[in-house]
């Protein structure tokens, strides 16, 4: 790290946990009594709370979306490309608030805290979780900060599906909703890929059926391999074969099985040090939030009818390259938005990185973005 920070940064920051002592009931059936929220704040809110930006992670974020936690750190947030003065979502007009969702492994109440009723971690006893009960308890945050309305709520992902259900349950609580890489539901295809990540680390003999905290272990070669699968449908063929091609580790083969391509060992040395990192329990609890995710379903699968209530405008961006939720999906999204009469603007942006173009910030990526927002801060006076 440099002596001093960049300019667009949002700077140093620190996490708040804040508590919420009142029973939450989960769609499952199951209600917590109480839980805790991990949340990142940026930038200043008005007067009258009209300026807050909610942003919603995808399935291995955190609250730690922008700026630095000490000076020695040398990569910032996850989302800091696009979050900071000047930027896309620019904190010297929007009051930023980033969160570790409920079951998640960085703070917020999830697997790996206490049980108050048994005093031992939850682990497989924690309620599984559904992008619904994420919103609901984002909707406790927003009334315990003071904020009676988003002027956006943001996410990429998986993110991009709270967003959508924001506009579902709450949709006078919200302006605008930006969708990124995002889809109204998996197909069979992502649900398959999810259930080989499930079963990498079910079948880790250190699992222990989700009590591994139990046996002072992980079941670190189950999540890497978890890792590796899902680090693949991120990318596409292109940005991996530009990146790796077929280089070899070293001038020739040597007829093993050990990483003898430059992409087999990034791939191990990704799920390596997310194994380290990570929680298994929320890992499977957060695939599971996605497989569950379709609005459409209580609505006897008609999208454009699940929308109805939506009052917000909308936002939808799709990555030409991305083929774990592809344009088409967001195209589908986007008719049933103006069958269901909403407002709605799209770009399919051209990027070469997959499903991770959405965390790059590519120029017309961020001319698009920077507009919207433009006139969003516009309309709320910030």
């Given at each position: 790290m440099?002596?001093?920070?960049?300019?667009?940064s949002?700077?140093?920051?620190?996490?708040?946990?804040?508590?919420?002592?009142?029973?939450?009931a989960?769609?499952c059936g199951?209600?917590?009594?109480?839980?805790?929220?991990?949340?990142?704040t940026?930038g200043?809110?008005n007067?009258?709370?009209?300026?807050?930006?909610?942003?919603?992670?995808?399935l291995?974020?955190?609250h730690?979306?922008?700026g630095?936690?000490?000076m020695e750190?040398?990569?910032?947030?996850?989302?800091?490309?696009?979050i900071?003065?000047?930027k896309?979502?620019?904190?010297s007009?929007?009051?930023?608030?980033?969160?570790n969702?409920?079951?998640?492994c960085?703070?917020?109440?999830?697997p790996?805290?206490?049980?108050?009723?048994?005093g031992?971690?939850?682990?497989?006893?924690?309620?599984?979780?559904?992008?619904?009960?994420?919103?609901?308890?984002q909707?406790?945050?927003?009334?315990?900060?003071?904020?009676?309305q988003?002027?956006?709520?943001?996410g990429?992902?998986?993110?991009?599906?709270q967003?959508?259900q924001w506009?579902?349950?709450?949709p006078?609580?919200?302006?605008h909703?930006?969708?990124?890489?995002?889809?109204?539901?998996?197909?069979?295809?992502?649900?398959?890929?999810?259930?080989?990540a499930?079963?990498?680390?079910?079948?880790d003999r250190?699992?222990?059926d989700?009590?591994y905290?139990?046996?002072?272990?992980?079941?670190r070669r189950?999540?890497?391999l978890?890792?590796?699968v899902?680090h693949?449908?991120?990318?596409?063929?292109?940005s991996?074969?530009?990146?790796?091609?077929r280089?070899?580790?070293?001038?020739?083969y040597?007829?093993?099985f050990?990483?003898?391509?430059q992409v087999?060992?990034?791939?191990?040395y990704?799920?390596?040090r997310?194994?380290e990192?990570?929680?298994?329990n929320t890992?499977l609890?957060?695939?599971?939030?996605?497989?569950y995710?379709?609005?459409?379903?209580?609505?006897?699968?008609?999208l454009?009818?699940?929308?109805?209530?939506?009052?917000?405008?909308?936002?939808?961006?799709?990555?030409s390259?991305?083929?774990?939720f592809?344009p088409?999906?967001?195209?589908?999204m986007?008719?049933?938005?103006?069958?269901?009469r909403?407002?709605?603007?799209y770009?399919?942006?051209?990027?070469?990185?997959?499903?991770?173009a959405?965390?790059?910030?590519?120029?017309?990526?961020?001319?698009?973005f920077t507009?919207?927002?433009?006139r969003v801060?516009r309309?709320v006076g910030?």
């Amino acid at each position: 790290m440099p002596d001093s920070l960049p300019s667009d940064s949002v700077g140093l920051v620190s996490p708040q946990t804040i508590p919420f002592d009142e029973p939450i009931a989960l769609a499952c059936g199951q209600t917590l009594e109480r839980f805790d929220l991990v949340v990142e704040t940026y930038g200043t809110l008005n007067p009258d709370a009209s300026n807050a930006i909610l942003i919603c992670h995808a399935l291995s974020g955190h609250h730690h979306a922008a700026g630095y936690r000490t000076m020695e750190e040398r990569k910032p947030g996850w989302w800091d490309s696009c979050i900071g003065p000047g930027k896309p979502i620019d904190t010297s007009r929007f009051f930023v608030v980033s969160l570790n969702n409920l079951g998640g492994c960085h703070g917020s109440t999830g697997p790996s805290s206490i049980n108050p009723a048994t005093g031992k971690p939850y682990g497989p006893e924690f309620p599984v979780i559904t992008v619904a009960d994420w919103v609901k308890s984002q909707a406790r945050l927003a009334d315990h900060l003071g904020i009676e309305q988003w002027a956006a709520v943001v996410g990429g992902s998986l993110g991009g599906m709270q967003a959508l259900q924001w506009s579902l349950d709450y949709p006078e609580r919200l302006r605008h909703a930006l969708i990124i890489a995002s889809t109204p539901r998996l197909s069979a295809q992502n649900i398959a890929f999810n259930e080989v990540a499930r079963q990498a680390i079910t079948s880790d003999r250190e699992f222990h059926d989700g009590r591994y905290q139990d046996f002072e272990t992980l079941p670190r070669r189950g999540l890497m391999l978890a890792r590796m699968v899902g680090h693949i449908t991120y990318l596409s063929d292109a940005s991996m074969g530009e990146k790796f091609g077929r280089e070899l580790r070293e001038e020739a083969y040597k007829f093993g099985f050990d990483a003898e391509f430059q992409v087999e060992s990034y791939l191990r040395y990704q799920g390596e040090r997310f194994s380290e990192s990570f929680d298994a329990n929320t890992y499977l609890l957060m695939t599971r939030a996605l497989d569950y995710f379709d609005p459409a379903y209580a609505a006897g699968g008609d999208l454009a009818k699940a929308l109805a209530p939506a009052q917000c405008e909308f936002l939808v961006l799709s990555f030409s390259t991305d083929w774990r939720f592809t344009p088409a999906r967001s195209e589908e999204m986007v008719n049933a938005m103006i069958q269901a009469r909403k407002k709605v603007s799209y770009a399919e942006i051209d990027a070469p990185w997959g499903h991770d173009a959405f965390l790059i910030p590519t120029p017309r990526y961020t001319d698009i973005f920077t507009a919207y927002l433009d006139r969003v801060a516009r309309e709320v006076g910030a």
